[in-house]
């Protein structure tokens, strides 16, 4: 016969199970529906507050040289605490698809890191399918990005990063990018599902 204080501690632990299952369900992942486009006000989302406000002009103007150098072109930067177990490669590719007009920026470049998740994504569009873009792609976060993210500097990888983009993929040299005032970057939220379009993901080494 099973004694009555071994069915009471059975059920407890049923409980403590179910409850546990809700508190993790609740933790949900970061939608890139909710996070606006940072147009027309610039081109850098620094949910993560890591940047300055001089480095934030900075990669405006990167951004800036590179619309006026190729139409319906897009350079972008994110920095997020975390997705929060969105697929970080997903959430890039799906921040590129929605801020692209039509839903698609063909011309568009985006480098996102999540701090506390310890990753970095540069995602680039459909025009950039090409050999030379891959080996450009995965130079730059081989040497600014995953480099300085390892100096504990995510100012620099993004300042690098963004330089060397620019250059790579739309031709825009330093002394095309005139530094220009900028607002204050959007800060916004962003969820998980599977890329539409090839993506760099590299997780940041330990160390």
Same mark, same amino acid.
């Given at each position: 016969m099973r004694s009555t204080v071994g069915v009471i501690n059975a059920t407890l632990r049923l409980v403590i199970v179910f409850l546990c299952g809700i508190a993790v369900s609740t933790h949900a992942a970061l939608d890139p529906g909710e996070m606006r486009d940072p147009r027309p006000n610039g081109w850098v989302v620094d949910r993560a507050g890591v940047l300055l406000p001089e480095d934030i002009a900075t990669l405006n103007s990167y951004g800036d040289a590179v619309a006026r150098q190729r139409r319906n072109a897009g350079?972008?930067?994110?920095?997020?605490?975390?997705?929060?177990?969105?697929?970080? /490669?997903?959430?890039?590719?799906?921040?590129?698809?929605?801020?692209?007009?039509? @839903? %698609?920026?063909? &011309?568009?470049? =985006?480098?996102?890191?999540?701090?506390?998740?310890? /990753?970095?994504?540069?995602?680039?569009?459909?025009?950039?399918?090409?050999?030379? @873009? %891959?080996?450009? &792609?995965?130079? =730059?976060?081989?040497?600014?990005?995953?480099?300085?993210?390892?100096?504990?500097?995510p100012r620099g990888a993004l300042l690098g990063a963004v330089r060397a983009s620019a250059a790579a993929f739309f031709g825009v040299s330093p002394e095309a990018a005139v530094t220009r005032t900028s607002p204050p970057p959007l800060s916004a939220a962003g969820n998980a599902g599977p890329p539409e379009r090839p993506a760099k993901a590299t997780p940041i080494p330990d160390g």
């Open positions: 350079l972008f930067v994110v920095t997020l605490p975390s997705t929060l177990g969105a697929n970080h /490669r997903w959430f890039a590719t799906e921040l590129l698809n929605r801020w692209g007009p039509d @839903s %698609s920026l063909r &011309s568009g470049v =985006i480098i996102l890191i999540a701090l506390e998740d310890r /990753r970095a994504e540069l995602v680039y569009g459909d025009d950039f399918l090409n050999t030379q @873009s %891959s080996r450009a &792609s995965d130079r =730059i976060m081989r040497d600014e990005i995953v480099a300085r993210l390892k100096q504990n500097d």
